[in-house]
T-cell receptor
Framework: NAGVTQTPKFRVLKTGQSMTLLCAQD?????MYWYRQDPGMGLRLIHYSVGEGTTAKGEVPDGYNVSRLKKQNFLLGLESAAPSQTSVYFCATSRGAGEQFFGPGTRLTVL | GENVEQHPSTLSVQEGDSAVIKCTYSDSASNYFPWYKQELGKRPQLIIDIRSNVGEKKDQRIAVTLNKTAKHFSLHITETQPEDSAVYFC????????????FGKGTLLTVNP
């Protein structure tokens, strides 16, 4: 079992470019989350999903969109990247209340 | 929503000493409090968690205590080893939506040999 995987691992964008980060899980978990991690700021929730076809805003949703068309995939989109979106992005999954399982992370730099 | 404060932001101890990291939370309806360890360049991984119906939980050298009245919980690591060096995050759920976690800003623990 791969668990939780993220694609890509690294990416460099120019300001204004767009991209999509993919999170895939084979754990059959209903809940999926996107976090960003910045130095000294901990893990902040961007968007989350409680099931296929549903999404909701987290703590820092501005500038991001998400989709959950399939249960096993959760996509995070940046329509027009800004330097403030330079960060490490983590996807996580859970069955519900309880342990969240994190992916390996995507390091994004916006120039 | 939930607000989780974590202290200290950095902690340096000698190998064999104990380390304590403290967190406070704001939402009195919160029920679930996990602790994650993140080694440099790696993903966060759960090391221990506690639910509101329990005051203390131990797993070998690590323990977590919870004081619901005061709305704080702590991570205790005894007999620290160099491999305990990492960033530790505490978390708290939003009581009404207990699948959603709010994390503290993290504590960088350094264990000196």
């Amino acid at each position: 079992n791969a668990g939780v995987t993220q694609t890509p691992k690294f990416r460099v964008l120019k300001t204004g470019q767009s991209m999509t980060l993919l999170c895939a899980q084979d754990m059959n978990h209903e809940y999926m989350y996107w976090y960003r991690q910045d130095p000294g700021m901990g893990l902040r929730l961007i968007h989350y999903s409680v099931g296929e076809g549903t999404t909701a805003k987290g703590e820092v949703p501005d500038g991001y969109n998400v989709s959950r068309l399939k249960k096993q995939n959760f996509l995070l989109g940046l329509e027009s990247a800004a330097p403030s979106q330079t960060s490490v992005y983590f996807c996580a999954t859970s069955r519900g209340a309880g342990e969240q399982f994190f992916g390996p992370g995507t390091r994004l730099t916006v120039l | 929503g939930e607000n989780v404060e974590q202290h200290p932001s950095t902690l340096s101890v000698q190998e064999g000493d104990s380390a304590v990291i403290k967190c406070t939370y704001s939402d009195s309806a919160s029920n679930y409090f996990p602790w994650y360890k993140q080694e440099l360049g790696k993903r966060p991984q759960l090391i221990i968690d506690i639910r509101s119906n329990v005051g203390e939980k131990k797993d070998q050298r690590i323990a977590v205590t919870l004081n619901k009245t005061a709305k704080h919980f702590s991570l205790h690591i005894t007999e620290t080893q160099p491999e305990d060096s990492a960033v530790y995050f505490c978390g708290g759920d939003s009581g009404g939506s207990n699948y959603k976690l709010t994390f503290g800003k993290g504590t960088l623990l350094t264990v000196n040999p």
